[in-house]
């Protein structure tokens, strides 16, 4: 199926009204990647909110899937345990059929751990990623 300017509108409309922050679709000949950037800022600012009992922040799956820790096309993960991540950033995707919904950093600082097994199928709200935030001493 190919992917004209109606699916594209139809497809930013369903993430506005759906809170999603951003999908990527693909297939064998066209690629798509649809940002909303206030959902990604609305995330951010809820998870911050609730940091582990650790006073670690977890970046959170917001769809069920199969998660992946590098895109589909590259061999390298997002980020690694001791990578410096900010607010926004990828640190993995969920797999739903075609569409690949990224796992974003809810905050700055460095990545911990990520939890979640790369394929293993994940559910709504599963911690992906453990992350120690700047405001934090080692």
Do not use: C
Not at 58 to 73: E, N, S, T
Request: aromatic letters at 2%; zero cysteines.
């Amino acid at each position: 199926m190919q992917l004209d300017a109606t699916h594209i509108e139809r497809l930013a409309r369903l993430l506005e009204t759906s809170g999603l922050a951003s999908i990527e679709i693909e297939n064998e000949t066209q690629s798509l990647k649809l940002v909303v950037e206030s959902g990604a800022s609305s995330q951010v600012a809820a998870a911050v909110s609730s940091p582990d009992a650790d006073n670690h922040v977890l970046a959170m799956a917001d769809v069920a899937g199969h998660f992946l820790a590098a895109h589909p096309w590259r061999a390298a993960p997002f980020v690694e345990p001791g990578q410096r991540v900010e607010a926004g950033a990828i640190v993995g995707l969920i797999k739903v059929g075609l569409i690949h919904a990224p796992v974003l950093s809810p905050s700055p600082g460095i990545l911990d751990a990520v939890l979640a097994k790369t394929g293993a199928l994940i559910g709504y709200g599963t911690p992906i990623a453990r992350i120690r935030p700047d405001n934090l001493r080692a």
